[in-house]
């Protein structure tokens, strides 16, 4: 099996900065793209911050100049900086992953992991 835990979530002030991380460990032979979503309380899902295995990477305007993603992919592992954070960015955060399991199967599946909350006070 495949596990993504998320780690770094907090309670900050409007302004501060949080550092999320998400661990992908298990049966493991590749990762594709990994991103970042968040859900506040009432609203949907919402992409946060996307990032393939070359680096390149897509972010939502909202976070745009404030969030950067990055991952190490020999630690497989991503992170997210969060700067001049915001009231409105209070969420769980969520990662993802598009995992190839084995050498032997061309098939990918996406795994998440179960959320780290971010509380933003004014």
């Known amino acids: 099996q495949v596990q993504l835990v998320e780690s770094g979530g907090g309670l900050v002030q409007a302004g501060g900065s949080l550092r999320l991380s998400c661990v992908a460990s298990?049966?493991?032979?590749?990762?594709?793209?990994m991103g970042w979503y968040r859900q506040a309380p009432g609203k949907q899902r919402e992409l946060v911050a996307t990032i393939n295995s070359g680096g390149s990477t897509n972010s939502a305007d909202s976070v745009k100049g404030r969030f950067t993603i990055s991952r190490d992919n020999a630690k497989n592992t991503m992170y997210l900086q969060m700067d001049s954070l915001k009231p409105e960015d209070t969420a769980v955060y969520y990662c993802?992953?598009?995992?190839?399991?084995?050498?032997?199967?061309?098939?990918?599946?996406?795994?998440w992991g179960q959320g780290t909350q971010v509380t933003v006070s004014s």
């Open positions: 993802n992953a598009d995992v190839r399991r084995l050498a032997t199967s061309r098939s990918w599946y996406r795994y």
């Open positions: 298990g049966s493991i032979f590749s990762i594709n793209a």
